[in-house]
């Protein structure tokens, strides 16, 4: 066996103790902790099998802003914990859980090991039409091109959530701040990191974007480096989440689904099909698309973190 081998056997048996783990923890700031170390060893996983798009996704969102969500909610059920750990559930209910868990896991690693050699794939295509975006990376032009539709549901299902969080706020609050407005010492070392590392992550966000057309990159990943750092100047209490009700927010929360919609039905007037990109037009139109979905995924992602309406003025 080589080094790489063992390594990823070690991965792997580690990623499988921590999932067991995450699922038998009796405390609830146990099991998101689980959960956050999860998805970066998934990061390592996505790393290892060249798939960097994926693990600079599942490092931000499945390890970062999934993990502050899943804090947030924890905290909030810390005064229900204690009686919720005394009422556990019956050993019948326990062992149908783990036996259905147990199936899942049997299905889906039959359907792996029984797939046909080599995998049915469309990889050949797709390299082959890769040329008609002019984008070099493989992944944004999947994305962007073959299943532009998928992905420009994919927004419209986040922004969704954003309006399912809303909905959560009493009629009281409805227009109001998101959450509460958080204080913090402006000589200490978030106020401190949180006027150094903006600067640097709004540099990194941009670069990201726009090398997602060649590299690893794009709008998801771009976006969600935009969230953390204005997530962290709100932490830090440098200044407030906007309310509900501003019209500029709302803006730019459809932004990139209207984007990314003009352009479709452009195709479907002008060219040939729904998001069907003229050859000569297709990167910038794509760039474009990118560009505004990345605000919209950057405030929609802080929003989601701030949670629902809380208060009617900024104190």
Known sequence: MTIAAALE??????ILAIAIWTIAARETFAAVAGFVVYGLLLALVWVRLEAVDVALTEAAIGGGLSGVLLLGAAARLRATETRAVMERPDKILRLGAAILSATVAAGLAAGVLLLTDPAPTLASAAATNAAATGLGNPVTNVLMAFRATDTLLEKVVLLLALVGVWSLASDRLWGGFPGPRHQ??????????????????IVVGIYILWAGANHPGGAFQAGAILAAMWLLVMMAGLTDVPPVSSR?????????????????????????AFLAYPVA?????????????????????GLLVAGAPERRDGQ
């Not at 803006?251 to 689904?257: D, K």
């Open 184 to 201: 913090a010492d402006p000589l200490g070392a978030l106020a401190f990191l949180a006027r150094l590392l903006p600067p640097v992550g």
């Open 9 to 14: 056997t070690v991965l792997a048996a580690l």
């Open 281 to 301: 037009s297709a990167k910038p139109l794509i760039l474009g698309i990118e560009a505004a979905m990345t605000l919209t995924i950057a405030v929609t992602l």
């Open 248 to 272: 500029r927010l709302r803006l730019v929360l459809i932004a990139g689904p209207g984007v990314f919609l003009v352009v479709g039905l452009g195709g479907l007037c002008f060219g040939t």
